[in-house]
């Protein structure tokens, strides 16, 4: 029997390193658990070990870095991991507990559980009736970001706070309810069977183990996790370039940008080193990259000349189209902004980037492209966590969905937003990834959701029976961007062949100034942003270097 203790409490340390996960007071999770496993004494103080079929899957998912953890329709064998308690003088099996939430009972209000704080998060969480749900919000950001205005951050025309709305300020039973969370995690894996999600937390070592998971029971699941940067597979742009999408990246950039302008000043800087550092190069012709270019085309004019007397006439910025910029706009609008750009010192060029490398870009005919400031935006696609669920996609391949913006094949899951695109067999083009789809979508999700929530179709498998009404309907407003210098374009038009009005020029600039202004979530950032508007118009735009 001491033998048999012996070998058992060193299989427990293997299991242990293998990362399956236990349960602390309730909370968290403790890297301390064995793998089950059929030892045989075979005598001269001989043992074999031969795992059964659930302990051969658990090691596979531990060697794919799952932890234990399972994926979206894991079978309960795949899932049913027994765990050892710390004393090795234990021989007997628990059943597994996961920290988290459990799955709600009779008498408590459903729980609906919402991943991302996008477009379509937030303006779903907004609208959501917290006198009906409970909500659990799960994001590895705790605010929103009001993505039309950020290229602005980049060059201090605007404060990142400004640009920033706190998901508990938009939903504020996040705060104040005892039952509603926020949970800053990533999810990882969704059980659409037993209606629970797996996720790890953001932990940068404060946390007592790394990683640390937890689940979620959900009744219902909406996800809103968004979509990451496309760059085509094309060699070293993710590890050289910046992208433009979170508040983080404009912290970045600007930062480059200062560094660069100050750095260039130093004694014994070649002119070459000084036109490389001071390249500013933007892939891609889109609403961001104008918009970017025309921010940046402001701040040389206006605040390097001024501030950067020695360096000034070094300062370039590039920007590089496969096709038009601007494609989705109309004719008339794309020629004014090339003119625009052009006069106010922004070059444009037409190429496809085939690598990348840490002071270059190399064009598809061989062209070399130094640059000291590199930007992407050449669109969004899938993410790592969409792609790895087993749920129908969408032509693109997001999550698909019907018309009523539920994902068919499994009960009481919802998807929206950029990670979201229609099915095919439903007749329907797929949405382009604009925060106007998004909060579209948002807000017919949530008048949904309420509608069903009254009707006592809240809680998982309820709502089969319930009529949902309308399918949702996308009705395009128009497109609008700025392109620096007090100019914008404004494209009414309800699509691209479709006709309507096409504004540019000051008057444009003026309405786009006022659109984003009353779109701008809370009152707090309706202040902050013409005071910061006001405060760039008599001062200048803040060039100091902080971090």
Not at 373 to 398: A, D, E, H, Y
Request: hydrophobic share 35%; charged share 25%; glycine share 10%.
């Amino acid at each position: 029997m001491a033998l048999v203790k012996i070998a058992r409490a060193n299989l427990r340390r293997l299991g242990g390193a293998l990362g399956n996960y236990a349960s602390v007071n309730g909370i968290g999770y403790t890297p301390k658990c064995s793998l089950p496993s059929h030892i045989n004494y075979k005598g001269d103080d001989k043992f074999s070990y031969s795992p059964g079929i659930k302990e051969q899957n658990y090691m596979n998912f531990s060697m794919r870095r799952i932890g234990g953890i399972p994926h979206h329709h894991l079978s309960s064998s795949a899932n049913t991991h027994r765990v050892v308690g710390e004393s090795e003088s234990e021989l007997g099996h628990e059943e597994p507990r996961y920290a988290g939430l459990e799955a709600t009972k009779a008498g408590e209000k459903p729980r609906v559980v919402v991943l991302g704080t996008g477009w379509a998060a937030c303006r779903f969480l907004k609208g959501l009736d917290t006198e009906i749900y409970d909500v659990v919000n799960i994001s590895p950001r705790n605010h929103m970001v009001f993505t039309p205005l950020l290229a602005s951050t980049c060059v201090g025309t605007l404060e990142f706070r400004s640009v920033a709305e706190p998901v508990s300020q938009i939903q504020d039973a996040l705060a104040r309810n005892p039952n509603s969370y926020f949970y800053l995690a990533s999810c990882i894996g969704v059980d659409t069977d037993k209606h629970e999600i797996y996720c790890e937390a953001v932990n940068h070592g404060e946390l007592p183990h790394e990683p640390y998971r937890f689940k979620v029971a959900y009744d219902k699941l909406v996800i809103a996790s968004g979509a990451e940067p496309l760059t085509f597979g094309i060699k070293g742009a993710k590890e050289h370039a910046l992208f433009l999408r979170e508040v983080n990246h404009a912290q970045e950039i600007r930062k480059r940008l200062l560094l660069n302008l100050m750095l260039s000043e130093n004694p014994g800087i070649s002119e070459e080193e000084k036109k490389r550092l001071l390249h500013c190069v933007f892939i891609g012709g889109g609403p961001t990259g104008v918009e970017f270019s025309g921010e940046l085309s402001d701040f040389v004019m206006r605040d390097v000349r001024e501030r950067y007397s020695h360096v000034k006439d070094y300062v370039q910025c590039t920007l590089i189209e496969a096709n038009e910029i601007l494609s989705s706009f109309d004719a008339s609008l794309r020629q004014y902004a090339t003119r625009h750009l052009t006069k106010s010192g922004v070059r444009l060029m037409r190429g496809v980037v085939k690598e990348v490398h840490p002071k270059k870009l190399v064009l598809s005919d061989g062209t070399d492209v130094p640059y000291g400031l590199l930007v992407w935006s050449t669109g969004v696609g899938p993410s790592k966590f969409v792609k790895s669920l087993n749920l129908p996609k969408s032509p693109g391949g997001r999550i698909g969905v019907d018309e009523w913006l539920r994902v068919p094949s499994v009960e009481d899951v919802f998807a929206l937003g950029d990670c979201a695109g229609f099915l095919e067999q439903t007749g329907r083009p797929v949405l382009p990834a604009l925060a106007q789809v998004a909060e579209r979508e948002g807000k017919y999700l949530v008048e949904l959701f309420n509608k069903i929530g009254k009707q006592n179709g809240g809680k998982a498998f309820s709502a089969k029976d319930i009529p949902l009404g309308d399918p949702f309907v996308y009705r395009h407003l128009g497109s609008m961007a700025s392109v620096g210098r007090y100019k914008a374009l404004v494209d009414l038009r309800q699509s691209k062949d479709a006709r309507g009005l096409s504004l540019a020029g000051f008057v444009s600039w003026f309405i786009w100034r006022c659109a984003y202004l009353t779109r701008v979530v809370s009152w707090r950032n309706r202040f902050y942003v013409p005071m910061n508007w006001a405060t760039t118009l008599v001062f200048g735009r803040d060039n100091t270097r902080i971090g």
